[in-house]
């Protein structure tokens, strides 16, 4: 049974920087597509990165490329993301997801149908 289990979050000041971890169960993660995806309150659902692990390939959405990098560590089956500079427009609720099917590989990250979600982690940033 894969589960994703994030830690990390909570309330913070704008400017604070922090680090998001997402630790992964019985999954094949050296083969694994990561991602975080957020949701702040009265918003869609809004992809932040993606990391694929065999290779460590990133992607980033624009709303936060340089500001949160995301890596992974595969002997902790563990992806970070570290959210830095936080604004009070990052406030949402976190969540890691996950997904390793090989015949979605054509699909850019952002496409991919995530099939694993953690239960989410959230992160306030007041000014």
């Known amino acids: 049974q894969v589960q994703l289990v994030e830690s990390g979050g909570g309330a913070v000041q704008a400017g604070d920087s922090f680090t998001l971890s997402c630790v992964v169960h019985?999954?094949?993660?050296?083969?694994?597509?990561i991602a975080w995806f957020r949701q702040a309150p009265g918003k869609e659902r809004e992809w932040v990165s993606s990391v694929a692990t065999a290779h460590n390939t990133t992607e980033y959405a624009d709303s936060v490329e340089d500001r949160f990098p995301i890596s992974s560590d595969s002997v902790k089956s563990t992806v970070y993301l570290r959210v830095n500079s936080l604004k009070p427009e990052d406030t949402a609720v976190y969540s890691c997801?996950?997904?390793?099917?090989?015949?979605?590989?054509?699909?850019?990250?952002?496409?991919?149908?995530?099939?694993?979600w953690g239960q989410g982690t959230q992160v306030t940033v007041s000014s």
């Open positions: 997801v996950a997904e390793s099917d090989p015949r979605n590989r054509q699909l850019a990250f952002v496409c991919r149908p995530y099939v694993y």
């Open positions: 019985g999954f094949m993660f050296e083969y694994g597509l």
